[in-house]
């Protein structure tokens, strides 16, 4: 089964750090391009970050609100991607999902497609 | 920075058909695509590449997209397409979601 389960989230201060994790099962994971998307309390979907694929590069890039304070990372050995947010600021409270770039019959697309259940974040005093 | 733009809310009676509008400078010239996401739920694709299906998707959804503007089409809408809808489309490196549109179907 083809799976994504996000870790990590949980309280944490203004200017505190927290690191996430998202364990993938079920496709290969060294080839997919992954990404965090974040969802705060009743509120819209907005990109966090993207990583490619070591194949591709494994470069990353940011929204603009968290460069220079969140890093994505992986480990393909153990199949887990990481979001590692520093300096965080109430309103990086959240869900966080990861979620992986769509593949199809050997095409892949500037869509996502599998997504975690996501993990929260709440930054708080 | 680049922006995308829903209606907050749509309705829609059973059995109609509702359009879902998201509109962004040349939209037309990036590939959109949409997520539908019910309560509680994480967000599932449901169009991609402007007007292509994922697996497992129903015929009822559609998509386009020229000029400004892409559109998000159910046909037949039922009861359980009630749900937020998402745009998203990548500016260069950076991907941006449109704010959400609610559908309620009435």
Redesign the interface.
């Known amino acids: 089964e083809v799976q994504l389960v996000e870790s990590g989230g949980g309280l944490v201060k203004p200017g505190g750090s927290l690191r996430l994790s998202c364990a993938a099962s079920g496709f290969t994971f060294r080839n997919a391009w992954m ?1 965090w ?1 974040r969802q705060a309390p009743g509120k ?4 966090v970050g ?1 990583i490619k694929s070591k194949t591709d590069g494994g470069t990353t ?1 940011y ?2 609100p968290v460069k220079g304070r969140f890093t994505l990372s992986r480990d393909d050995s153990k199949n887990t991607l990481y979001l590692q947010m520093s300096s965080l600021k109430t309103d990086d409270t959240a869900v966080y ?1 990861c979620t992986t770039r ?1 593949c ?1 019959g050997g095409a892949c ?5 599998i ?4 993990t929260m974040v709440t930054v708080s005093s | ?1 680049y922006e995308l733009t829903q209606p907050p809310s749509v309705s829609v009676s059973p059995g109609q058909t509702a359009s879902i509008s998201c509109s962004g400078d040349k939209l037309g010239s990036h ?1 959109t ?1 949409w ?1 539908q ?1 019910r309560p509680g739920q ?4 449901v169009i ?2 402007d007007s ?1 299906r ?2 497992g998707i129903p015929e009822r959804f559609s998509g386009s997209n020229s000029g400004n503007t892409a559109t998000l089409t159910i046909s037949g809408t039922q009861a359980m397409d009630e749900a ?1 809808y ?1 745009c ?3 500016d260069s ?8 549109t609610k559908l309620t179907v009435l």
């Open positions: 990404s998307v819209g979907l907005e990109w993207r890039d929204a603009a999902y769509y199809s697309y500037s869509a996502f497609d997504w975690g259940q996501g | 920075s590939y695509s997520y996401q994480s967000p599932v694709l991609y590449q292509k994922p697996s937020d998402y998203q489309a990548w490196s950076t991907g941006v979601f449109g704010g959400g």
